[in-house]
């Protein structure tokens, strides 16, 4: 076996390669003439340093022989699997091996660890790759890392491994922002076993390790040598299982685990048994091949059998997207996007982005309800709490929205601190837009909130009211439910966390502004709340003089506009509300029009248009439905079925109360209009970035 020291101040260890300088020396035994006798033969091997251009080693490895090391040794033809042990140099770089073999010769293969499996057919080394690994700290298991080599003249023996190494790093969900000082108690969970499985490559069982002509030019010199490759058999298992037994992760730290796989290039999907329920598994994909002798590192995942998945582990938002069924958790520790979303001179009421004082509860705040003939009815999510500044939530799987706060008393009291919309979909594709000057951006393919991109088709009609999705006042993070029906105008009918309804139209919902109400941190601590505009607030929610930096945009009416995404955007992570110029490829001027010809449409208007986002009445395409408004001046719905409204993240210019929009119907398309800041609109999110 091998034992593997390392540096401990590293967090990673470099994947080895083992050589091993060979020379034949004997001591003489009584010649007999009855029969051959067996010969004591020492070979000198040391190990060589690891490659070099493995961009995946990591500093502080150092492999070292270790005593009860043992390799199979075949000489020449005969296929006797010959035991050899080391003799010297143990926790050295070099070492000597020592064995008996009745018929030695020049020509040699060897094979770390020794098996009693292992055998030789020609020059092709049979093995086995265990199907159960056994889990070490800091490292792989011994003997878990094959190696082979072979000389003809009895010279330098080098060591080659033939396979390469999965690096798991995992940790029990906490804070995803590392600026953010919590009272962490220190969580820790026993994990049983990690399973590799993959569709395409075997992982486990016999293979065979053969030498491979490789050539390759140099100065127009043509090289060629030999390397040792492994194929597995047929017959070969598609698994691996490394046995853990109960070593522990935490809240506070990351452990890293390691599994010996063959070369593969297909992807691989890890499966984590925690806890000790068989029902506390996380299973997650990669795509990254394994190569011979290098380490293929995975990225931290937070064990999620039981917190769930963590949607804010790529980045935190005002919104994040549930697209299955299961358990899931966010960081609640942050406001939006985070300090990258404080904007210089925005006026903003924080210059922190950490939620303070620090949430003592979680609770739905609202939820869409599935409808059904009868109770008990199924809810898009439900088990909402908080853990050591995280949020927890079960989805059923049903699509819809939903709104959770967090509250800086127990139990749902006190006041909201912040909140997020959690939106049941499946999850949206990304698609192209150009622009009348060329510039380029990529939107998801459905209004924020909606839970299809495109109407459904059914057997007696087709259903737009699906990609109708949610409405936002100008600068505000939060949703709005709109219209229950297709052109109807009817309020949807929404629950609360005990399960009792309520709709917009219910006294308290919908709300006139003024100096105390139309305030950022008012809003923040009021979500469910429209406050519609007045005369004196020049009919923006906001009463203050106007803040046009609250969607990360505020030059957005100027041609040299640089957009970012602010702490108040209400799309999820990676996108941002698109900017006012995205649209103007919908018609052949660039500029609003009632003129039917000059509308870039796929088709006719059916509550919505398909508009064409990149070419001229060709290419990508993308469904508008006529999702209609809330009334700035008193918050009811309007338009339903007739009109589509997208604000964008873009001011009017600088001092006006307006801000720019989409707009469409069956007799207008305005791509860039401006209007009240206190409407209620649909939005579509921009990759951030644009292309």
């Not at 491994?161 to 798991?168: A, P, S």
């Not at 210089?344 to 009421?349: H, K, L, M, Q, Y």
């Not at 088709?603 to 009445?617: L, P």
Request: hydrophobic share 30%; proline share 6%.
């Amino acid at each position: 076996m091998k034992k593997v020291l390392y540096n401990i101040s590293a967090a990673l260890f470099a994947a080895a390669m083992l050589s091993a300088a060979a020379s034949c020396s004997k001591q003489e035994t009584p010649n007999l003439p009855e029969e051959p006798k067996a010969e004591t033969i020492t070979l000198s091997a040391s190990m060589e340093l690891p490659d070099s251009e493995t961009k995946t080693s990591l500093d502080g490895l150092s492999v070292k022989w270790s005593d009860g090391d043992r390799i199979s040794v075949f000489f020449g033809n005969n296929t006797t699997n010959n035991e050899f042990t080391l003799s010297s140099g143990d926790g050295e770089t070099s070492g000597s091996f020592t064995g008996e073999a009745s018929q030695a010769s020049e020509t040699l293969y060897a094979v770390y660890p020794y098996k009693s499996t292992t055998s030789i057919s020609g020059n092709t080394v049979s093995l086995t790759l265990p199907a159960v690994q056994t889990y070490k700290a800091g490292g792989f298991a011994d003997g878990m890392n094959p190696a082979v080599a072979s000389t003809y003249d009895c010279g330098n023996l080098e060591f080659k491994n033939i396979c390469g190494i999965l690096k798991l790093d995992l940790k029990l969900p906490g804070s995803d922002d590392p600026t953010v000082a919590l009272p962490l108690v220190e969580v820790k969970l026993p994990i049983q076993k990690i399973v590799i499985y993959s569709h395409t490559d075997k992982l486990s069982g016999e293979g065979t390790v053969r030498d491979v002509l490789v050539l390759f030019t140099e100065e127009d010199t043509v090289i060629q040598y030999f390397v040792k490759k492994l194929e597995m058999s047929p017959t070969a298992s598609n698994t691996v299982t490394l046995d853990v037994g109960g070593a522990t992760i935490s809240n506070s730290s990351v452990k890293s685990f390691y599994i010996v796989l063959p070369p593969t290039t297909g992807k691989l999907y890890v499966t984590v048994f925690g806890g000790t329920s068989s029902t506390s598994t996380m299973t997650k994909s990669t795509v990254s091949t394994i190569s011979r002798n290098k380490i293929r590192p995975m990225p931290t995942l937070d064990f999620v059998g039981v917190a769930g998945v963590s949607l804010s582990a790529q980045g935190t938002s005002n919104c994040y997207i549930v697209s299955e069924a299961g358990n899931y958790s966010f960081d609640a520790t942050v406001m939006g996007n985070g300090a990258v979303g404080i904007i210089s001179g925005g006026g903003f009421p924080t210059t922190d982005a950490h939620i303070t004082p620090a949430p003592v509860s979680a609770q739905i705040l609202w939820q869409d309800k599935r409808t059904s003939l009868q109770p008990p009815y199924t809810y898009p999510i439900s088990d909402v709490s908080l853990t050591s500044g995280r949020v927890t939530f079960k989805a059923s799987g049903v699509k819809g929205n939903a709104v959770i706060a967090v509250y800086d008393g127990p139990n749902g009291t006190g006041n909201i601190l912040w909140s997020w919309h959690i939106w049941c979909t499946d999850t949206p594709a990304e698609q192209p837009y150009k622009n009348l000057a060329g510039k380029e951006f990529k939107l998801l393919d459905r209004n924020l909130g909606a839970t299809a991109a495109t109407p459904i088709v059914g057997p007696i009609n087709t259903e737009t009211l699906p990609t109708y999705g949610l409405l936002y006042q100008w600068g505000r993070k939060d949703p709005f439910p709109g219209s229950a029906g297709v052109a109807s105008n009817t309020e949807k009918e929404l629950n609360k966390s005990d399960g009792s309804t309520y709709t917009m139209s219910d006294e308290g919902y919908i709300v006139a502004t003024d100096t105390d109400k139309g305030t950022i941190d008012n809003t923040i601590a009021n979500p469910a709340i429209f406050y519609y505009g007045i005369e004196a607030s020049s009919y923006d929610w906001h009463y203050a003089s106007r803040n046009n930096y609250l969607w990360g945009n505020p030059r957005g009416y100027a041609a040299d506009y640089t957009a970012s995404k602010s702490i108040y955007d209400p799309c999820p992570p990676g996108y941002m509300v698109a900017p006012n110029d995205t649209w103007t490829r919908f018609t052949s001027t660039g500029k609003n029009s009632s003129q039917r010809n000059e509308f870039n449409l796929s088709g006719s208007f059916d509550n919505g248009w398909t508009f064409h986002t990149t070419e001229w009445q060709s290419g990508s395409s993308s469904w508008y439905p006529a999702a209609g408004n809330r009334e700035y001046i008193n918050g009811s719905l309007s338009d339903s079925g007739f009109g589509g409204y997208c604000w964008s993240s873009s001011p009017s210019s600088s001092g006006s109360y307006k801000a720019g929009y989409l707009m469409s119907s069956s007799l207008f398309v305005r791509p860039q209009d401006y209007d009240n800041r206190a409407y209620g609109l649909s939005v579509r999110c921009s990759l951030v970035g644009g292309k």
